[in-house]
């Protein structure tokens, strides 16, 4: 079975299976070349929103309505406090140019003046919170039992850095001797320095009522100006844009080929 249309001298005559895969193919084609710009267009915006929050002037914890903080992610923020010593964080599987270590998250604690901030305390009173600070990254040096000293003082000090989301990681199990599976969050490390934990993943709920002290949702990620820091080649955001652009222009070629392909393979001269 075939179609035919006659056009001056040329004949148009598509068999019915080759005509069928055209008009499906032709349009999915364009369809996924459209989805690539649209998400060109997110991501767009969302480059907007990071580059407008990075030139905001730096945000003061102490006073900030820390409610709207989830609104002020790659906003760079300051706050005066002071390191939770006691108690620090290894998170692992961290590279740095192809090298195996860990970030060091260092717990800080900062007095919050609420203001009219009613959510979080009652009008005008001082309540102390506390927020991981990625203090930067350690390398891996042979065996786990084996840490860069990363202790710190107990005195009030000021820290900069750049607000982020937590980040996600892969929670790996573990299963007990009753046969139950646990989130492997907290490795013991033989010889490890005190107060000083392998983690796998930041589960803020876990670490919390290992601190016993609520933790804000977000990390900071500390500038490379502020001391107690280590390695810190932060990665900026990177949208994407020319590679959903770039996409694009390869289904939108591949639906123009295919439909080439198809007229001239079916118009033929009288």
């Given at each position: 079975?075939?179609?035919?249309?006659?056009?001056?001298?040329?004949?148009?005559?598509?068999?019915?299976?080759?005509?069928?895969?055209?008009?499906?193919?032709?349009?999915?084609?364009v369809?996924?070349?459209?989805?690539?710009?649209?998400?060109?267009?997110e991501?767009?915006?969302?480059?907007?929103?990071?580059?407008?929050?990075?030139?905001?002037?730096?945000?003061?914890?102490?006073?900030?309505?820390?409610?709207?903080?989830?609104?002020?992610?790659?906003?760079?923020?300051?706050?005066?406090?002071?390191?939770?010593?006691?108690?620090?964080?290894?998170?692992?599987?961290?590279?740095?140019?192809?090298?195996?270590?860990?970030?060091?998250?260092?717990?800080?604690?900062?007095?919050?003046?609420?203001?009219?901030?009613?959510?979080?305390?009652?009008?005008?009173?001082?309540?102390?919170?506390?927020?991981?600070?990625?203090?930067?990254?350690?390398?891996y040096?042979g065996?786990?039992?084996?840490?860069?000293?990363?202790?710190?003082?107990k005195?009030?000090?000021?820290i900069?850095?750049s607000?982020?989301?937590?980040?996600?990681?892969?929670?790996?199990?573990?299963?007990?001797?009753?046969?139950?599976?646990?989130?492997?969050i907290?490795?013991?490390?033989?010889?490890?320095?005190?107060?000083?934990?392998?983690?796998?993943?930041?589960?803020?709920?876990?670490?919390?009522?290992?601190?016993?002290?609520?933790?804000?949702?977000?990390?900071?990620?500390l500038?490379?100006?502020?001391?107690?820091?280590?390695?810190?080649?932060?990665?900026?955001?990177?949208?994407?844009?020319?590679?959903?652009?770039?996409?694009?222009?390869?289904?939108?070629?591949?639906?123009?080929?295919?439909?080439?392909?198809?007229?001239?393979?079916?118009?033929?001269?009288?």
């Open positions: 079975m075939s179609f035919e249309l006659q056009i001056g001298r040329y004949k148009f005559a598509p068999k019915l299976i080759p005509a069928l895969l055209a008009i499906i193919l032709i349009p999915t084609l369809s996924l070349g459209l989805w690539q710009l649209d998400r060109a267009d991501k767009r915006v969302i480059d907007q929103g990071v580059n407008d929050a990075i030139a905001k002037p730096a945000l003061q914890l102490n006073g900030a309505d820390l409610i709207k903080l989830n609104k002020e992610i790659y906003r760079t923020a300051s706050l005066i406090g002071q390191y939770d010593i006691e108690q620090q964080f290894l998170l692992d599987n961290r590279t740095h140019k192809g090298q195996p270590g860990y970030h060091v998250l260092s717990p800080f604690l900062f007095e919050h003046s609420s203001g009219n901030d009613s959510q979080l305390s009652s009008p005008n009173s001082k309540t102390t919170y506390g927020v991981l600070i990625n203090r930067g990254w350690i390398g040096q065996t786990r039992d084996k840490i860069a000293d990363v202790s710190l003082n005195l009030i000090t000021e900069a850095g607000i982020k989301k937590i980040p996600r990681s892969i929670v790996l199990k573990e299963k007990s001797a009753d046969g139950s599976s646990t989130d492997l907290f490795r013991t490390v033989d010889k490890q320095l005190k107060g000083v934990s392998l983690i796998q993943s930041i589960q803020l709920d876990r670490l919390g009522k290992t601190l016993n002290y609520e933790l804000l949702p977000v990390i900071i990620e500038d490379k100006a502020t001391k107690d820091g280590f390695v810190r080649e932060w990665h900026p955001y990177y949208g994407s844009i020319d590679k959903h652009n770039a996409y694009a222009l390869q289904w939108f070629a591949m639906a123009l080929i295919l439909l080439f392909l198809f007229l001239k393979l079916n118009i033929r001269k009288r």
